[in-house]
């Protein structure tokens, strides 16, 4: 049976139904967040929105008040889904490194020869607004990253314009998702502050019936809970609001914010604060780059990098380079066997670097002495016979 690309992912996802939903290794802390939102929200109506129905009975306000509470808190909920259960913006491995890639780099080995191999540079250029800016190749997902992408070592995945893996929601923020993300959590902002605002409310309409504070919070301890739980929710939602408000403004992500922040370094992603913010609430979101669904296909077997093709000339050229090095050092043992003067001389020199000269070289250094030897025998010979030639014709004369 064929499989789905979700059967076979190599990141460290967790997905539902199917592959239809998407979440991140730590998915199980959404339940964490789910309460946090759901079970205040309950408290609230139960025992603060419901004693407010007959207060503004004219107008029936005190159902619209229990109505946007119940309405706001399903948009939050709903922004969270958005935000954990979909695809950040994960960028596709490679199956094989990028062959265009590859160089030629020259390494020392032990034998102090440079060899060259095939390797993927670390780092290459590419323009972004005009500026030259280096992105960095990752060994993990075999890929050049885009700029502002980063390998996120929770989800085990490349993710386009990464600012931060948020356990609280139990995925990366990336560029498909941080749109949602912000509204999600200023959307958490205004319903504490919501929340907060009407406890506060009906503490004041108790205090007016029993006449001091403290019996309106005697009275209804259900909102001093909340009160209290909403103003200390207020300085992390609320902070982390206000953070990504300036991180938008000047187009930073958390990641370059706390990686960068000393570096001084000119953003050329920057483009004026209302381009910024156009560009994150305005812009199409780019569909997913990954179909989770889809049926993998067999790819062929492709030989390992360096190929075969490029192994074979690179093979040819060490043997080439090897039997040149050895071509040379046969050279320097025939000049030196050149340079003695009988033959003797020869043969001693030849056993005194029996163990230094390898066995190809002796070889070839005393097929060179039987060749002199030979080369002696007919030299000798063609004298003997020179001179006899000579001596019947001078007794001929």
Known sequence: MAKRVYDVWKGNNVFLFGGR???????????????????????????VARHLFHEFSPLYAGYAIFVVAVVFTIHVLVLLFLTSARDPGIVPRNPHPPEEELRYDTSVDVGGRQTPSLQIPRTKEVMVNGFSVKVKYCDTCMLYRPPRCSHCSICNNCVERFDHHCPWVGQCIGLRNYRFFFCFVSSATLLCIYVFAISAFYIKILMDDHGTV??????????????????????????????????????????????YRTDNR???????????FFEVFCTKVKPSKNNFRAFVQEESQRPQVPSTRDAEPDEACEDRRVKVEDDLDIGGDLLKISQRHTLGDIEADIRSRGSDVPHHHSSDA?????????????????????RSRNWEIANQG
Do not use: K
């Not at 953003?267 to 209302?274: D, P, Q, T």
């Not at 060749?371 to 003997?384: A, I, L, P, Q, W």
């Open 214 to 259: 403290w019996r309106a919070m005697r009275e209804s301890p259900a909102s001093v809970f909340l009160m209290a739980y909403c103003f200390i929710s207020l300085w992390f939602v609320g902070g982390l609001t206000g953070f990504h408000l300036y991180l938008i403004g000047t187009n930073q992500t958390t990641y370059e914010n706390f990686r």
């Open 366 to 386: 005393e097929s060179v002495l039987v060749s002199d030897r030979r080369v002696g025998v007919h030299s000798d010979r063609n004298s003997n016979w020179a």
């Open 21 to 47: 939903l998407f979440f991140g290794p730590d998915a199980r802390s959404l339940l964490v967040t789910l309460c946090l939102i759901i079970v205040p929200v309950v408290i609230f109506c139960i025992f």
């Open 266 to 276: 000119f953003n050329v992603h920057n483009r004026g604060c209302l381009s910024n």
